[in-house]
């Protein structure tokens, strides 16, 4: 993603001339998700966000109430990282959405929750013909309004299945 680093002016009359800027592009750059929606396209970050941005919305103004979600940031056995959404759900339960992954905790055909450390389990042999299969999840509680963030947990899979119950 492209972005003005540095640019160097000058004031003639009254008005400001920009004589020379620097682009710079960031590798990895998280999209809004008004961005990712107008673009059509995104990585895993951007639709996890975009994921977890909708998700909120629909609990706060259509649901009237709000329920515990996180943004998972996985590191795999290969050194790559991914993100995706974790819903705890009541009783241990866990549904993961991961829209980029093309992931999503479903029993027949709907989506679902189930129990945290079986399902980490699962999601994690997903992803072992491509990337190894997971070694660390960080777990963060974003606030949609400001964008800040707090890390709730960290770990392997069996560290971070008790967080769910």
């Not at 998700?33 to 259509?62: F, H, S, W």
């Not at 679902?112 to 994690?124: F, T, V």
């Amino acid at each position: 993603m492209p972005y003005l680093s540095a640019y160097r002016q000058v004031k003639l009359e009254g008005f400001d001339y920009i004589t020379g800027f620097t682009v710079t592009t960031y590798k990895n750059y998280v999209q809004t998700p008004g961005l990712t929606l107008e673009v059509n396209q995104g990585d895993c970050d951007d639709q996890a966000v975009l994921a977890y941005a909708m998700i909120k919305y629909y609990m706060k103004r259509i649901h009237m109430t709000e329920y515990i979600l996180y943004i998972a940031r996985l590191e795999f056995s290969n050194g790559d990282a991914h993100l995706a959404v974790f819903q705890p759900v009541q009783e241990g339960q866990l549904c993961i959405i991961d829209p980029a992954g093309k992931y999503l905790t479903s029993r027949w055909g709907s989506i679902a929750s189930e129990e945290a450390l079986p399902e980490l389990r699962a999601y994690s042999d997903y992803w072992l013909g491509s990337a190894g299969g997971i070694s660390h999840i960080e777990l963060y509680d974003v606030d949609v309004t400001d964008g800040s963030y707090a890390l709730v947990g960290e770990g392997n899979i069996d560290q971070v299945a008790p967080i769910f119950k």
